[in-house]
Nanobody, 122 residues
Framework: QLQLVESGGGLVQPGGSLTLSCVASGAASDYYAIGWVRQAPGKEYERISCISSSGDRTHYYLNSVKGRFIVSRDNATNTVYLQMNNLNPEDAAPYSC??????????????WGQGTQVSVSL
């Protein structure tokens, strides 16, 4: 089982940007595919993006974030990033990274971080 720790959430104005980080540790394999998900209160669970263990393949599952969000990783530090640009109030939610120990996307949400809150308002 992997331990995942997110950070980087906060409050931004509409049109602003945030970059979330997810640090993975705790299993034998060095590198894992990592997904980003969100679920705002009263709304459906949304799968946002995924990046393969090598970082050469990225996927964006939510049409509303395509062209605005960018997923990347630095395997030297076991960190996956989600750069979020042009944020709007509909993006507000707790964001979590997820993994299942595999190297390819998509990933099942077997392991979760504690989440980091993203808030968007004036």
């Amino acid at each position: 089982q992997l331990q995942l720790v997110e950070s980087g959430g906060g409050l931004v104005q509409p049109g602003g940007s945030l970059t979330l980080s997810c640090v993975a540790s705790g299993a034998a394999s060095d590198y894992y595919a990592i997904g980003w998900v969100r679920q705002a209160p009263g709304k459906e669970y949304e799968r946002i993006s995924c990046i393969s263990s090598s970082g050469d393949r990225t996927h964006y599952y939510l049409n509303s974030v395509k062209g605005r969000f960018i997923v990347s990783r630095d395997n030297a530090t076991n960190t996956v990033y989600l750069q979020m640009n042009n944020l709007n109030p509909e993006d507000a939610a707790p964001y979590s990274c997820v993994a299942d120990g595999g190297r390819l996307c998509p990933v099942l949400p077997r392991d979760w971080g504690q989440g980091t809150q993203v808030s968007v308002s004036l």
